[in-house]
């Protein structure tokens, strides 16, 4: 039976291979992937189980293994002895067992807000060895300042995890506007133009890296599908309702762009019933709790306090936690109604607290929509930028490693 091509789009799809364009160059890129996944998903595989989970015939197996370990990518262990646990207990030569060189180089995830920058450093299983982060003195600073801080904020991260630049095989970007499918920001309104600031080119001028720009909550779906309450599933929303309200779509296990970047933009809200605008579960919390005369200071601790206020029993306090279900289950419901997700996830740095929001939700959205999704919040906190961003380098390092030359 020929071998399998296998194409990733943040998953893995197994296809019949297609007569006309499998090339052998193509097969050789395609199958190392897939080995890549394949190996990087468990501590040591055997040559037969690398066959299972990628399709492919024992010899393309070992002939791709045998490559990347002169790449650099894999190493083979020796085989166990007779007495040891690892040990086959069939009769015969041992398997041939192979690791990931989890340290032969390493990526970059980057979160971009408009007043933070976090930077971590992941090794080539999506390990997180270090993180650091930096802050933006203004908004509208210019583009070379707001250049400098992340840069800044990278090279402390790898500092922290004891990595030189040269070994960065893949830079993963999440910026608060949207991008287009090939890296491009739409600059369209004020806000979104202040993240155009040519961080590709600069980081390339700088470092030589390649640099993944990609909207923030469109990483963050990659981020949760990868590893948080949504691990798994096709058809994922993800909204990040901070202080603004921006989700990013999986259909099919496939993210969603639209035509300019702009598919997840949530201006249409400012239309729906009884929503009326993008504001965030911080920003409104904030903002309630302000005008029934509580404090007024901002950032999301106090909008946090709110949600403490209501769990201690404060009326009040319950009472705007009542109304966020409300808007919220009105937000989810729209989403439902458009793209029809299997699951909704609020994610972001409300997402600790956002979980008492949930039974609210869950209670409403019969009233608004014939297809209610399961609705949950992310365990990855305000992390979940940055791990989807770790895992949109790797996607790109396990697709382009026959092209990629590790350092050393």
Same mark, same amino acid.
């Given at each position: 039976?020929?071998?399998?091509?296998?194409?990733?789009?943040?998953?893995?799809?197994?296809?019949?291979?297609?007569?006309?364009?499998?090339?052998?160059?193509?097969?050789?890129?395609?199958?190392?992937?897939?080995?890549?996944?394949?190996?990087?998903?468990?501590?040591?595989?055997?040559?037969?189980?690398?066959?299972?989970?990628?399709?492919?015939?024992?010899?393309?197996?070992?002939?791709?293994?045998?490559?990347?370990?002169?790449?650099?990518?894999?190493?083979?262990?020796?085989?166990?002895?007779?007495?040891?646990?690892?040990?086959?207990?069939?009769?015969?030569?041992?398997?041939?067992?192979?690791?990931?060189?989890?340290? #032969?180089?390493?990526?970059?995830?980057?979160?971009?807000?408009?007043?933070?920058?976090?930077?971590?450093?992941?090794?080539?299983?999506?390990?997180?060895?270090?993180?650091?982060?930096?802050?933006?003195?203004?908004?509208?600073?210019?583009?070379?300042?707001?250049?400098?801080?992340?840069?800044?904020?990278?090279?402390?991260?790898?500092?922290? #995890?004891?990595?030189?630049?040269?070994?960065?095989?893949?830079?993963?970007?999440?910026?608060?506007?949207?991008?287009?499918?090939?890296?491009?920001?739409?600059?369209?309104?004020?806000?979104?133009?202040?993240?155009?600031?040519?961080?590709?080119?600069?980081?390339?001028?700088?470092?030589?890296?390649?640099?993944?720009?990609?909207?923030?909550?469109?990483?963050?779906?990659?981020?949760?599908?990868?590893?948080?309450?949504?691990?798994?599933?096709?058809?994922?929303?993800?909204?990040?309702?901070?202080?603004?309200?921006?989700?990013?779509?999986?259909?099919?296990?496939?993210?969603?762009?639209?035509?300019?970047?702009?598919?997840?933009?949530?201006?249409?809200?400012?239309?729906?019933?009884?929503?009326?605008?993008?504001?965030?579960?911080?920003?409104?919390?904030?903002?309630?709790?302000?005008?029934?005369?509580?404090?007024?200071?901002?950032?999301?601790?106090?909008?946090?306090?709110?949600?403490?206020?209501?769990?201690?029993?404060?009326?009040?306090?319950?009472?705007?936690?009542?109304?966020?279900?409300?808007?919220?289950?009105?937000?989810?419901?729209?989403?439902?109604?458009?793209?029809?997700?299997?699951?909704?996830?609020?994610?972001?740095?409300?997402?600790?607290?956002?979980?008492?929001?949930?039974?609210?939700?869950?209670?409403?959205?019969?009233?608004?929509?014939?297809?209610?999704?399961?609705?949950?919040?992310?365990?990855?906190?305000?992390?979940?930028?940055?791990?989807?961003?770790?895992?949109?380098?790797?996607?790109?390092?396990?697709?382009?490693?026959?092209?990629?030359?590790?350092?050393?």
């Amino acid at each position: 039976m020929p071998d399998q091509l296998w194409v990733r789009s943040h998953r893995e799809v197994k296809i019949p291979k297609p007569q006309a364009a499998a090339t052998p160059q193509l097969l050789r890129r395609v199958n190392a992937q897939a080995v890549l996944a394949a190996i990087r998903g468990t501590d040591v595989a055997t040559g037969t189980e690398l066959m299972a989970r990628t399709g492919l015939t024992r010899a393309s197996v070992i002939a791709v293994c045998e490559d990347l370990i002169r790449r650099g990518w894999i190493r083979e262990l020796d085989a166990p002895r007779r007495d040891s646990p690892a040990a086959s207990p069939q009769k015969g030569r041992p398997a041939r067992r192979f690791e990931l060189q989890a340290r #032969a180089g390493v990526v970059l995830g980057i979160d971009i807000g408009a007043a933070t920058t976090t930077t971590a450093v992941a090794d080539l299983r999506g390990t997180v060895l270090a993180r650091a982060s930096g802050s933006f003195r203004a908004a509208d600073i210019p583009a070379a300042e707001r250049v400098s801080v992340v840069d800044r904020t990278c090279r402390q991260a790898l500092a922290a #995890a004891g990595e030189p630049a040269g070994k960065v095989l893949a830079v993963g970007a999440g910026i608060a506007a949207p991008v287009d499918r090939r890296g491009n920001v739409l600059a369209s309104q004020h806000f979104w133009s202040l993240f155009d600031v040519g961080l590709r080119a600069a980081l390339q001028d700088l470092h030589g890296w390649t640099v993944l720009l990609e909207n923030d909550a469109n990483l963050a779906a990659l981020g949760e599908r990868w590893r948080g309450s949504g691990a798994g599933v096709d058809d994922l929303v993800v909204i990040l309702a901070g202080e603004r309200l921006g989700a990013g779509v999986l259909e099919s296990g496939r993210l969603l762009h639209g035509s300019s970047g702009g598919a997840g933009e949530m201006g249409f809200l400012d239309m729906v019933e009884g929503v009326g605008s993008s504001e965030g579960i911080a920003s409104l919390a904030r903002r309630w709790q302000a005008a029934g005369g509580g404090p007024a200071a901002g950032g999301v601790a106090d909008a946090r306090q709110v949600f403490e206020d209501a769990a201690a029993g404060d009326a009040a306090a319950r009472a705007i936690l009542n109304r966020l279900a409300e808007r919220m289950a009105r937000v989810v419901a729209a989403v439902a109604s458009l793209l029809n997700p299997e699951q909704v996830v609020i994610g972001g740095a409300v997402a600790d607290s956002a979980g008492a929001l949930i039974p609210g939700i869950t209670a409403a959205l019969p009233r608004f929509t014939a297809t209610p999704p399961l609705v949950t919040v992310s365990p990855l906190g305000d992390r979940i930028v940055t791990v989807g961003a770790v895992r949109h380098a790797l996607d790109y390092v396990e697709a382009n490693a026959l092209e990629l030359e590790l350092a050393g």
